[in-house]
């Protein structure tokens, strides 16, 4: 009952150990983004 007292934490973080970097595979990087605020519609002229 100790060993699975013991066991059961590790093996938890190895699983969430496991599925981060799985999810790291999955979801591509975003660095092709544009960073700077681009205006919808040209400014008025008064």
């Known amino acids: ?3 699975l007292a013991v ?3 590790l093996l938890m973080l190895g ?3 496991a599925l ?3 999810e ?3 979801l591509p ?3 092709n ?3 700077e605020l ?3 519609t040209e400014p008025r002229k008064s």
């Open 1 to 3: 009952m100790a060993m």
């Open 7 to 9: 066991l059961t934490p």
């Open 15 to 17: 699983v969430v150990l």
């Open 20 to 22: 981060g970097r799985y």
């Open 24 to 26: 790291e595979l999955l």
């Open 29 to 31: 990087e975003k660095r």
């Open 33 to 35: 983004e544009v960073t």
């Open 38 to 40: 681009v205006p919808l």
